[in-house]
């Protein structure tokens, strides 16, 4: 099995404090070149693809129409970041095994809050759906557009210098139980190979496609190798 996973597009609504940067058509050029080059099975597209934080999900949704309706063409998986966390389609994290091999991919902002601590996460997961289930009512949804507009002014690159928090996140799953770690969210692309006990191991993160660029993770399962996925435009 082939997977290309990209994550952090924050697709906006086409304004000017958007932080995409990418021309739509260019951007489905660019896709549709790297997806015919190397046949992945599934796209896994691992959070932060919608910027719900600034914006409505069908504000995105117009003003990306041909880039929705282009990625329906595949097999795609739609993960959860932070700033798409209110959204109702997606999953929280992917998993897939393989001959014996288990590879998780996940956006990476649970690295943020809880650092082993289970019962924040429980109490982040359970406020979420919540508010999932109540945003359908225009009010609750605007003030929560309004709170992440007043929280979320600073740009996000220079935020994650602290790459190894979630290095050190990704190395604890790798222990417990997985082969491979996939994460998003810092705007980094990284890879690192580990071995434990004879077992390949690692960790990638899939960096992101804002601002012009175009990072991802092209990831073969059973030959057990990988490419780094970056050719940005600008
Ligand atoms: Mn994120």
Known sequence: MKILVFSDWHLDAGD???WFGWDEQRFIERLEKTIAYYQPD?????GDIFELYRYRKAEIARMYQNLLRFLQRYSVV???GNHDSISHSGLDYYEISYEGKRVLVLHGHQADFLNGNSLMRFLVRMGMKILRLFSHITFIREWYIRVYKLLDTK???SRREN????LAYAIRLLDRKYDAVIL???HQQEDLVLYQRGRKKYYLNSGTCSRGRFQGIFFDIERWTYTLVNEGEN
């Open 155 to 157: 740009p996000l690159d």
């Open 16 to 18: 000017p404090l958007g």
């Open 42 to 46: 599934k796209i896994i597209l691992n």
């Open 163 to 166: 790459d190894f928090k979630y």
């Open 78 to 80: 739609f993960i959860r």
């Open 184 to 186: 998003g969210h810092t």
